[in-house]
């Protein structure tokens, strides 16, 4: 390993506020962003950030994530000493199969594969946010400031920061008090739920944990607070940039939404960043000859014939004659027959909104997730 | 199932594209966006279970090897499969020489080697999909020494200039191949697709070289139509032969027919091309696209009209860009009005307001050029 660093993205929750988007998949697995999938986004700061093994560890619903995260090859992450493993929970043999009880078991239970890399560090990520991060850099402050954990950090609209971990710290950026959604916070450093141990602290401290029969065997609620309280050097390394937690339909709607600002704060045409996912051997794109685009981010495979306005269409969407998209994103393989409306809505994977059907409100607080077929009006 | 490889053919000297071919051999020519004319043939051998496949390579050769890479983009089975790229020394003193005949015999050991009893050849300048399988298929139960696979068209007086043309008896029989030279408008266009028994292709090969140091592979064939089984196998469906800039030009334009493109591209016969993991395009507001075929990591603020735009392409305010062809990495600047052009790779044009041709005798705008 080129660092010494060893990264496990936490990738076994079902999402469940993504409510039928997650029925059969988890929600790491989500299309996002016209093209690709929402692990995308760790994976390739990994392979950008100049780290060579990932472990992903997967639990709901995982067969799709873990055949798609296996082919490293799709983020480079294949070369001689290189790879993406997936981690489902294992039967071992001197104890009966265990789920994974929380986030700091999943990796608790992982210490032999971890082991056996001998890493001196360990990043912690997870598989829920939209962002490109350097982890190269976030490390070599971890080094710089002698920590035993860095945790990255964003700061958040103070009114907004109730809804976060709130990291709290002193002038020096070290981490003195962990509040999980406080009622009045006082900080608006929020927990990008990113953090670098050094692997020798963690593992004791997950060893403790695992006996301990009160724990939640949680990072935010056991480990950070263990490692306070013994007081262990923990700072806090200051993000700048996008970051999106896209673990709701309205934010996964604003997530994809922003992406309409080109060259943006996500810069997703920056070549010395790339994100990468799996290729879909489409046609280009193709806009019919009566059509309007009016502000939209479109992928290979689309076809456009009806008119789209701010709106994000994925790979092998067609937009019929006739129809009309409007502030609304469409994942892979969605069909908008002629004369259909789609407005402020999340279309699901596959589905088929029928001819002169009128989904979503313009008016509506939340977005419509539209996740089952929607039959058309005679 | 036979066991067959397969030969992508490099184009023959006496094909020229004005301009383009300068910089790499038509089979690198970018196709509607994102593929190279070299998919083509290399995806129908890969989709029809071909997994030793042979390309020769051509002048100017930096381009298409950086394509083809280690050929594992064509779903080729890693293990028991190769994508080989044959680099023929060619001869300086006159490329008459230079001759399909001439690369073979460079490499005939390496043809020699080959374990399977069937060869398709096939070219790297056409653009049309064809089960390959099942044209072996045909060509066994025929009992043919060869089968040479032809397109009927109805313009043959203006299009297809080059190509050779199929004079064929009423049973499919292949009397001669010959020249198009425009004088009738319904031809048997040969699609230099050629199915035999390896054994075959080497003597007619080694059969050439005696002949003369200036037949091609159709002239041996040609030549004997007399004493071999000869057949003639029609395809169907969009067929396209780069023969000359022009023909490059419609290639393109013609797939904005999405009927036809979608008969190209069919789910079931992928199109394998490198991938450059652009992202998405982004069309802003008060961008007008129409009519046009799009590729990922675009940024268009102008007006697009009947066109093809390839990756990465920067279309900027006021722009007009009509009947065109936008390779990769082009920068059409602000007001900057474009028709009837092909727009090379990394080109950007910024301070020429006008460029207009019309699509009958459409221009070029050289790779990287500034204008």
Redesign the interface.
């Given at each position: 390993m080129s660092q010494n660093m060893l990264a496990m993205i936490l990738a076994g929750g079902r999402g469940s506020r993504l409510k039928d988007l997650t029925n059969k998949v988890a929600k790491p697995a989500v299309s996002f962003g016209g093209k690709y999938r929402i692990v995308d986004f760790p994976l390739s700061n990994c392979a950008n950030s100049g780290i060579d093994v990932v472990g992903v560890l997967t639990q709901y619903e995982s067969v799709l994530l873990n055949s798609y995260v296996a082919a490293g090859r799709r983020w480079g992450l294949d070369s001689k000493d290189s790879g993406v493993f997936v981690l489902p929970p294992r039967e071992k043999a001197d104890e009966r199969l265990n789920v994974y009880r929380g986030t700091a078991d999943a990796i608790s239970q992982n210490i032999d594969f971890i082991d056996s890399y001998e890493p001196e560090y360990l990043l912690i990520l997870s598989g829920d946010h939209i962002y490109k991060m350097d982890y190269d850099a976030m490390l070599t402050y971890h080094k710089e400031r002698g920590a035993n954990l860095t945790v990255a950090v964003i700061p958040v609209p103070m009114k907004e920061a109730s809804r976060f971990g709130i990291m709290n710290t002193d002038e020096e950026g070290n981490i003195v008090e962990f509040e999980e959604k406080p009622a009045q916070p006082k900080s608006n450093l929020a927990s990008m739920g990113i953090y670098i141990f050094t692997w020798k602290d963690l593992r004791r401290a997950l060893v403790a944990d695992m006996r301990a029969s009160d724990s939640s065997h949680d990072f935010g609620k056991d480990i950070i607070p263990a490692f306070l309280a013994d007081g262990k050097k923990l700072v806090a390394y200051k993000f700048q940039g996008y970051w999106k937690d896209v673990g709701t339909i309205d934010s996964l709607w604003e997530a994809n939404m922003d992406l309409l600002d080109d060259r943006g704060e996500l810069n997703m045409n920056d070549t010395s960043w790339k994100i990468y996912t799996d290729d879909a051997s489409a046609l280009p794109q193709y806009i019919g000859p009566d059509t309007q685009v009016d502000h939209a981010y479109i992928t290979q495979g689309a076809v456009v014939l009806g008119d789209v306005r701010h709106s994000v269409l994925s790979t092998g969407v067609v937009v019929e004659e006739g129809a009309k998209v409007i502030d609304s994103v469409l994942l892979p393989g969605v069909r908008v027959e002629a004369g259909a409306k789609v407005t402020r809505a999340l279309v699901a994977e596959n589905i088929t909104i029928g001819k002169g059907a009128v989904v979503g409100d313009a008016g509506s607080e939340n977005i419509t997730l539209v996740a089952k077929r929607v039959k058309g009006v005679e | 199932m036979a066991k067959i490889f397969g030969i992508v053919a490099s184009s023959a000297p006496f094909i020229k594209v004005e301009g383009m071919q300068d910089y790499r051999p038509i089979a690198a020519f970018s196709f509607?966006?994102?593929y190279r004319i070299v998919d083509f043939p290399i995806s129908n051998m890969s989709n029809s279970d071909i997994d030793y496949i042979q390309v020769y390579m051509g002048n100017k050769p930096r381009s298409l090897t950086e394509h083809l890479g280690s050929g594992r983009t064509f779903n080729i089975n890693s293990k028991r499969g190769k994508l080989q790229m044959l680099f023929p020394q060619g001869s300086s003193v006159n490329e008459i020489y230079n001759t399909d005949i001439s690369a073979y015999m460079e490499n005939l050991e390496i043809i020699q080697r080959m374990h399977q009893d069937y060869v398709v050849i096939a070219p790297s300048y056409m653009i049309y999909t064809q089960n390959y399988a099942d044209l072996v298929e045909e060509h066994i139960s025929s009992g043919a020494d060869i089968t040479l696979l032809y397109h009927r068209v109805d313009n043959a007086k203006e299009a297809f200039l080059n190509c050779f043309i199929l004079n064929l008896n009423r049973q499919k029989g292949v009397i001669s191949l010959e020249k198009n030279i425009g004088k009738a408008k319904n031809r048997d266009i040969f699609m230099d697709t050629y199915v035999m028994k390896k054994d075959l292709f080497i003597q007619l090969v080694q059969e050439a070289k005696k002949e003369s140091s200036m037949f091609t592979l159709a002239d041996i064939v040609s030549a004997s139509a007399a004493d071999l089984d000869i057949r003639g196998v029609a395809h169907r469906g969009y067929f396209a032969a780069v023969t000359d800039f022009k023909s490059y030009f419609d290639a393109n334009l013609a797939l904005l027919d999405?009927k036809l493109?979608e008969n190209l591209?069919r789910p079931d016969w992928?199109?394998?091309?490198r991938?450059t993991?652009?992202?998405?395009?982004?069309?802003?507001?008060?961008?007008?696209?129409?009519?046009?075929?799009?590729?990922?990591?675009c940024?268009i603020q102008g007006i697009v009209e009947n066109s093809v735009?390839g990756r990465?392409v920067t279309i900027e305010k006021g722009a007009v860009v009509r009947n065109s062809v936008i390779l990769s990495y082009a920068q059409i600047g602000p007001d900057v009005h474009i028709e009837g052009q092909v727009v090379d790779k990394w080109a950007k044009v910024i301070r020429a307001k006008e460029i207009i041709a019309d699509p009958a005798a459409p221009g070029y705008i050289r790779r990287s050029d500034n204008l």
């Open positions: - | 509607i966006g994102r999405h493109a591209f992928t199109i394998y091309t991938t993991d652009s992202c998405p395009t982004t069309y802003c507001t008060g961008a007008s696209v129409k009519n046009s075929i799009v590729s990922n990591g940024l735009i990465g």
